[in-house]
């Protein structure tokens, strides 16, 4: 392996005195790191199998490129297992597409950050929690590679609050936002089967979305019971989906999906439904609203769901009727999957 390019720099082997070089010079999420040392480094990159040199994307708003070695440092300092670190890469790749529009995630004022779902058989190997809590803490593989992906966003792509992250308010998510599809529980074909990958690969999707909102049904009995739950849910005017359209997701829990599938539903099926009834009416909005967002007054309510692209389904979580939707920061940006290498 080549030698590093990054820069070295000499400290006292103490952990007050690394957590305070790595705090006054911006490069943490403000919570203790994990020092990145040339051997823990080089143990990461092995893990890789890339070149240290080679730019897997250029990070916004800064454009610093984002290298193999300059990702290894951040996922160390994130607590990461060197076994993680293709997750990591990926991931990176994905949000480096176009059609993601990682300019916008980073700057906007609305409070988004990339959601990395993991798919396929590296999610047991790893360890990673698509189970109870599967959205929170507990689990190391969630905790670092989220962290890893905000990590990098700050150090390579300058997304400091504030400066270059203008969210208003931000979000928990911000700190890291990394979770696995329950597939042994699912219903239906997993992600990153819809989007055409082998159910034995593993893959890495990113969108940008807000932190989940909560949907609680425990008394439907039938799809269109706990449809009509989720399409209120769905149905508000405080998300940028509701003006700009775009796509956004929605995590059933397992006892909800199997109860929908049970009557009969695929995925499509789900998506059609709430097209026709995750609906926003206008009463909802101001009229100076109407005429801002939608250039005058629309003859019918706002559908949630415009597309048959517009909305994707994960099964995610444990025991419990409970699932969540999850809004985007709005039409302008697409999640996008990749093949973890």
């Known amino acids: 392996m080549a030698g590093l390019n990054a820069q070295r720099i000499e400290v006292a082997d103490e952990y007050d005195a690394v957590q305070e070089l790595y705090l006054e010079r911006g490069w943490t999420d403000g919570l203790p790191i994990t020092p990145p040392t040339p051997g823990r480094v080089e ?4 893990a890789a199998g890339l070149p240290p040199d ?6 916004p708003p800064n454009w610093g490129g984002a290298t193999v070695e300059r990702l290894a440092v951040n996922a160390v300092m994130a607590g990461c297992l060197p076994e993680y670190f293709p997750v990591i890469v990926a991931a990176v790749d994905a ?17 988004c ?3 990395v779902i993991v798919n396929g058989p590296i999610r047991e190997a790893l360890g990673l929690n698509d189970s109870s809590g599967a959205f929170g803490p507990g689990w190391r593989a969630n905790a670092t590679i989220g962290r890893a992906i905000r990590l990098a966003l700050l150090n390579i792509g300058g997304g400091y609050p504030g400066v270059g992250d203008m969210s ?10 990394c979770v696995a599809e329950n597939e042994e529980l699912n219903p239906w074909s997993p992600l990153h089967v819809d989007r055409g990958f082998d159910r034995n690969q593993s893959t890495v999707t990113v969108i940008a979305g807000e932190p989940p909102h909560n949907i609680n049904d425990h008394s439907g009995r039938s799809a269109d019971d706990i449809l009509t739950i989720v399409a209120g849910a769905m149905a508000v005017t405080g998300a940028n989906n509701a003006y700009t359209g775009g ?4 995590a059933l829990g397992p006892e909800h999906a199997e109860t929908i599938s049970g009557d009969g539903f695929g995925k499509q099926d789900v998506v059609e439904w709430l097209q026709r009834r995750a609906l926003v009416p206008l009463e909802r909005y101001t009229e100076d609203t109407l ?3 939608f250039g005058g007054i629309p003859e019918g309510p ?3 769901v415009r597309g048959k692209d517009d909305l994707t389904i994960i099964v995610t979580g444990g025991p419990g009727k409970h699932s969540c939707w999850i809004p985007t920061f709005g039409g302008t940006t697409h999640s996008v999957t990749r093949v973890i290498g």
């Open 43 to 46: 143990a990461m990159l092995r």
């Open 54 to 59: 080679r730019v897997i994307a250029e990070i």
């Open 95 to 111: 949000m480096g597409d176009p059609a993601f529009n990682l300019y916008a995630v980073q700057a906007t004022t609305h409070p």
């Open 113 to 115: 950050a990339p959601l």
């Open 168 to 177: 208003s308010q931000g979000a928990p998510s911000k700190y890291g936002y």
């Open 247 to 250: 796509e956004t997701l929605l």
């Open 291 to 293: 005429l801002e967002r």
């Open 302 to 304: 706002i559908p949630m």
